[in-house]
């Protein structure tokens, strides 16, 4: 299945969603096309159970400038509704993405910009090449910050190193990103895209309801009570046990032999 979007391709195969951001000679800027484009490729994947891992990659030598600076300027009255419009498809699908129990890797090569970085550091597995930059840009035209910036990069970096992060303006380049962890592993650029994608299939052939299990429970660990949080635990893994891939795996385990899963 294949899905051409004005500015993304989303391919399934293998039960790995493979989402390719497809305008690379512009830079692959967050636009309306590119907002409307993440909020319906959420809403297919979040409607396929056979996806159980998401890939996220792009075309041309840089991952994303960020925001489309010839967009914003074009309207300057009519900026403020145009962003709201915007910004309001883009969290829509970051919101979708975040639910869903299939893990989203990213694979940044190049320049990753502005709210793109944000977009990335909402990826549950980031790789980034050696030679990837990960620019805030926001403060740099007089912005705050969206696409879940604030509470994406705090949960990578905390809260103290992702303010200075987005007020400085500040670019890490691939070694300080994976120190800070913002990206969690670096590898050469001929060597990004095979990593991804075993990475991937590593994660799509495991136990998918457990994986929406964790990636819930990471989303609320910051602002419950240590005894609600460990209720949802309770809550959780308990939804867990009953599965088709606990009970095969259990079993395995019983007998000495490899656990599969099916992903229910």
Not at 143 to 155: F, V
Not at 210 to 223: N, S
Not at 230 to 242: D, F, K, Q, T, V
Request: net charge negative; hydrophobic share 45%.
């Amino acid at each position: 299945m294949t899905m051409n979007l004005p500015s993304m391709r989303l391919d399934v195969r293998d039960s790995v969603a493979h989402l390719t951001f497809t305008q690379g000679e512009r830079g692959n800027p967050i636009d309306g096309d590119f907002c409307a484009d993440i909020r319906t490729v959420s809403i297919e994947l979040g409607a396929r159970a056979d996806v159980r891992a998401v890939l996220v990659t792009a075309e041309g030598k840089t991952f994303s400038v960020g925001g489309d600076i010839n967009a914003f300027t074009a309207d300057l009255d009519g900026l403020p509704a145009k962003v709201t419009r915007w910004a309001g498809d883009l969290h829509d699908g970051i919101a979708r993405l975040q639910r869903l129990n299939a893990p989203v890797i990213a694979a940044v090569h190049g320049i990753c910009a502005g709210g793109m970085t944000a977009f990335v550091a909402g990826a549950d597995v980031v790789l980034a090449s050696d030679k990837a930059r990960f620019v805030s840009a926001y403060t740099g035209i007089g912005y705050s910050c969206d696409a879940g910036a604030s509470i994406m990069l705090s949960r990578r970096l905390g809260h103290a190193r992702a303010k200075r992060f987005l007020l400085l303006g500040e670019t890490l380049d691939a070694a300080a990103a994976q120190a800070a962890g913002l990206a969690d592993e670096v590898t050469a650029p001929e060597e990004l895209t095979a990593r991804a994608e075993a990475l991937a299939r590593q994660l799509a052939a495991g136990p998918s309801f457990a994986y929406g299990e964790i990636k819930r429970l990471f989303q609320t660990v910051g602002h419950e009570p240590l005894e609600a949080q460990l209720a949802l635990e309770a809550a959780s893994i308990a939804r867990s046990a009953g599965t088709q891939d606990a009970r095969g795996a259990l079993l395995a385990f019983r007998d000495k032999e490899r656990p599969t899963f099916a992903g229910r």
